[in-house]
């Protein structure tokens, strides 16, 4: 179950809430034509991929207007289940995407991307000696930035925090302790980021894709004792109600797109690791 006990309705809004819609028309400054657009609705960790994957599937076709939403995971789900509109859901893991299968949210889904997680430390963060070793992740006083258990980073990371406290040394309680030490649940990816940039944590869990983008050198890689888990993101069409009008061929070859060799190589030059379709 992707949500927690209290359900979606009434999990916390993402730090940044939704992003401007960033809108890539074809025909200058006018109005989309609505039977032309597709909207993509997708988690932060794609932000900076979905921007050239927006102008690689336009380029053949500058008719087509993309527009991208960004929240959450669990607040792309949720907004869809309370009507809100869309023509392609992008879900950082398999079980929110499960939910809105579920509940004929979307049509069939397909896996699109994915990657492991990394443990990363602030190089201006706790003396460098003390975060040389993933053990001290869980030291009192070291600030460590997840995500919120809802959230897939928060999931992968609480898989790989309890592996960890499998290793001897790391204590059965290893993972509590470096829960203790968390300075919140953040409800997105880019969040824990964010926390991190700001110089707001000492340790984070993150996606690797955002370590093989990240340029600005304000967070490094601890080595890790044990296998990191895998996270795959998936993409499904969104099923409308018949008062939207939108053309779901171009939901269709958004899909297409994203599956295909152009959008797997700018996945890839992203920092994500290429994916074959399900069975």
Not at 1 to 14: H, K, S, W, Y
Not at 64 to 74: A, D, K, N, R
Not at 254 to 269: K, S, T
Request: charged share 20%.
């Amino acid at each position: 179950m992707p949500v927690n006990q209290r359900g979606p309705a009434l999990l916390r809004p993402v730090i940044r809430q939704l992003l401007p819609v960033l809108l890539v028309a074809g025909c200058g400054a006018g109005t989309p034509d609505p039977s032309r657009t597709v909207t993509v609705l997708l988690p932060s960790s794609l932000l900076d991929a979905s921007r050239d994957l927006s102008d690689e599937f336009r380029a053949p076709d500058t008719t087509i207007s993309v527009q991208l939403q960004v929240m959450g995971t669990p607040e792309l789900v949720t907004a869809l289940e309370r009507g809100g509109a869309g023509s392609v859901l992008i879900t950082g893991d398999k079980a929110w995407m499960d939910y809105a299968l579920e509940r004929g949210l979307v049509g069939a889904p397909a896996p699109i991307a994915a990657s492991t997680v990394v443990l990363v430390a602030s190089t201006s963060g706790v003396a460098p000696d003390l975060m040389r070793s993933p053990v001290n992740l869980a030291s009192p006083g070291v600030r460590v930035a997840l995500a919120g258990p809802d959230v897939p980073l928060g999931r992968y990371a609480r898989e790989l925090l309890g592996r960890m406290a499998t290793v001897i040394g790391y204590g059965g309680d290893f993972a509590e302790r470096v829960e203790l030490g968390a300075v919140a649940e953040e409800s997105s990816a880019e969040a824990v980021l964010q926390r991190l940039q700001r110089g707001e944590a000492d340790a984070a869990i993150i996606f690797r894709s955002a370590l093989a983008s990240d340029s600005t050198g304000i967070y490094r890689e601890l080595p890790l004792p044990v296998e990191s888990p895998r996270a795959t993101w998936y993409a499904a069409r969104v099923i409308q109600p018949d008062s939207v009008v939108q053309d779901s061929s171009v939901a269709r070859q958004f899909l297409e797109f994203l599956r295909g060799n152009e959008g797997q190589a700018v996945l890839e030059r992203h920092g994500f690791e290429r994916v074959r379709s399900e069975k």
